[in-house]
């Protein structure tokens, strides 16, 4: 790694520069270079593309590894316990980072059982929280996680998956 800018890493392939952008670093969201990548260090990259004409290479990290959402739904079901980190506390509810590349979204209204009037009344950037999955859909990578329903284990033991498993999410209703 030759240097880090805001929008990516420039990497020194030996005779030529090629560029990270900040987008190809990891799967999860990164703010700066800086928090992967440091000066110096010795990276393996894939290569994305060459224009010979501009003279510009560009690069990947994150490709070189699986991508985590088509195993989400192998790793975490649905009234699964899990821990999570907050990373992010927005007006309508917070994110919690699962593993390394997955993050999930804690609506507002999965917070608390009583009436909050911010998330930040709750949780806060760095918190550690107990958490349950109540939705998955891998196809649009999200995941719903609920706080409030983290020692609700009746409502999942007696819940019959078979007759249900057409529901994408806890709280979907079967009309019929």
């Known amino acids: 790694v030759s240097s880090l800018c805001d929008f990516g890493a420039f990497v020194d392939l030996g005779g030529a520069d090629g560029l990270i952008h900040l987008s190809e670093l ?13 000066v110096g260090q010795q990276v393996e990259v894939y290569v994305l593309g060459v224009d010979q ?3 510009r290479i560009a690069l990947s990290l994150k490709r070189l590894k699986a991508e985590p ?8 079901g649905i009234g699964q316990r899990v821990t999570g980190t907050i990373t992010n506390v927005t007006d309508f509810g917070a994110f919690a980072r699962l ?3 997955i993050e999930g979204l ?3 209204s999965e917070l608390s059982d009583e009436r909050i009037g911010h998330p930040s009344e709750v949780v806060k950037v760095g918190d ?8 998955i859909d891998s196809a649009r ?3 719903g996680l609920s706080l409030r329903r983290v020692n609700d284990d009746t409502y999942f033991e007696d819940y019959d998956w078979e007759d249900a498993s057409q529901l994408s999410s806890i709280g979907d ?3 019929g």
Do not use: A, C
Request: aromatic content about 6%.
């Open 99 to 101: 593993d390394e590349d």
């Open 26 to 38: 990891s799967y999860s969201r990164v703010g700066h270079p800086k928090q992967v990548l440091q």
């Open 173 to 175: 209703s079967d009309e």
């Open 128 to 135: 550690e929280v107990e958490l349950r999955v109540i939705r």
């Open 141 to 143: 990578q999200r995941l």
């Open 53 to 55: 004409e501009r003279r």
């Open 69 to 76: 959402w088509t195993m989400v739904e192998q790793n975490y």
């Open 106 to 108: 804690i609506h507002i």
